[in-house]
């Protein structure tokens, strides 16, 4: 569902993102982690539309994101790692806005945002202006939002900040879910026990580039740690 080929993103002498290559198949959790700088974000925002790369190209469901923007975005949920809310709007007000966004019909669409809504124990709110909720539920409702128009896939960018302990529990079943469901969802985290949770697959970004991939164990052994926690290696990794 998603494919990147040799992907650069340059500002001015200073390369973002350098020949990056991967692919996640319909219905895995991958996970794309690495420390502050490595490029993970250049690479979410490239992918939801928000940034061009200077080469290379990636694909959502087989369309190009920069030569077939909308149709790219259509198939895609997007929840940034500083999500804006319109603070005056309800709740409810938000989603049918992101429903016509997406030309999706809302009669259609508010059965599966009130589910959402009462998975994340924000039924009760879902009247209320935005700016009266509190951090964690803003940060639920964005990612309701990014699911309202029933997307294949899933960007997600630091999904837990703000997140309490149930939250974020509720947060990982909900991404199982709908893997299981056959949704793709591209995650980055620098909560490495989420990723470890969650990910069928996981690279390691450094520097833009990529520098290990595989399954969780996979990479403990190409480590030398199998018996080591994720974070160990990312450390191992990135930090050596």
Not at 75 to 84: A, E, F, I, N, Q
Not at 204 to 211: A, E, S
Request: with cysteine.
């Amino acid at each position: 569902m998603i494919e990147i080929l040799d992907l650069t993103k340059k500002y001015g002498d200073f390369t973002a993102v350098d020949g990056l290559s991967l692919s996640v198949a319909k219905g895995e959790i991958f996970g794309f982690l690495g420390p502050n700088g490595a490029g993970k974000t250049t690479t979410i925002r490239i992918l939801a539309g928000l940034s061009l790369p200077t080469a290379g190209v990636a694909r959502i469901g087989g369309i190009d994101v920069v030569a077939n923007p909308v149709a790219a975005k259509r198939l895609t949920g997007y929840v940034p790692d500083r999500p804006y809310l319109y603070e005056k709007l309800t709740g409810r007000e938000l989603l049918r806005f992101v429903a016509d966004l997406y030309s999706k019909d809302w009669r259609e669409c508010e059965p599966k945002a009130l589910e959402l809504l009462r998975y994340f124990e924000l039924a009760d709110w879902t009247d209320a202006r935005i700016e009266n909720l509190s951090h964690g539920m803003k940060q639920k409702l964005v990612i309701v939002s990014a699911l309202v128009h029933d997307p294949t896939v899933l960007i997600v960018d630091e999904p837990m900040v703000g997140l309490d302990a149930l939250a974020q529990r509720q947060v990982k079943l909900l991404f199982r879910k709908l893997a299981d469901e056959g949704k793709t969802i591209f995650l980055t985290t620098h909560t490495l026990s989420v990723a470890e949770a969650v990910c069928d697959r996981i690279a390691i970004l450094k520097r833009g580039r990529i520098i290990a991939s595989g399954t969780t164990l996979e990479l403990k052994e190409a480590a030398g740690s199998p018996g080591s926690a994720l974070e160990d290696v990312f450390l191992e990794l990135t930090y050596e």
